[in-house]
Nanobody, 117 residues
Framework: QVQLVESGGGLVQAGGSLRLSCAASGTPFSINTMGWYRQAPGKQRELVARITRTQNTNYADSVKGRFTISRDNAKNTVYLQMNSLSPEDTAVYYC???????????WGQGTQVTVSS
């Protein structure tokens, strides 16, 4: 079973920055795509950004140019650098990884990001 440990959430003022981390462990299989999703109150969970093992990335339009996703394959860790944060970015952010030949799907427990105006 894959364990995902997230860190880096918190409270920040508008215009500020935060960096989220998610470390995966507990699997002998290849960790394929790693990504971040978010869910604001009353809204559906949405993709923020994801990155493949070969470093290909894609982003939600709402975060392009402000957020940067990266990963360290040796550490099985994915990062999300969030700059120019706005109150609209307030949400619980969830780490997601796809593992093995069947692309099994695993979620982190979520970390709260709150941006004050």
């Amino acid at each position: 079973q894959v364990q995902l440990v997230e860190s880096g959430g918190g409270l920040v003022q508008a215009g500020g920055s935060l960096r989220l981390s998610c470390a995966a462990s507990g699997t002998p299989f290849s960790i394929n795509t790693m990504g971040w999703y978010r869910q604001a109150p009353g809204k559906q969970r949405e993709l923020v950004a994801r990155i493949t093992r070969t470093q290909n990335t894609n982003y939600a339009d709402s975060v392009k140019g402000r957020f940067t996703i990266s990963r360290d394959n040796a550490k099985n860790t994915v990062y999300l650098q969030m700059n120019s944060l706005s109150p609209e970015d307030t949400a619980v952010y969830y780490c997601n990884v796809r593992v093995g030949i069947y692309d099994d799907n695993f979620w982190g427990q979520g970390t709260q990001v709150t941006v004050s105006s």
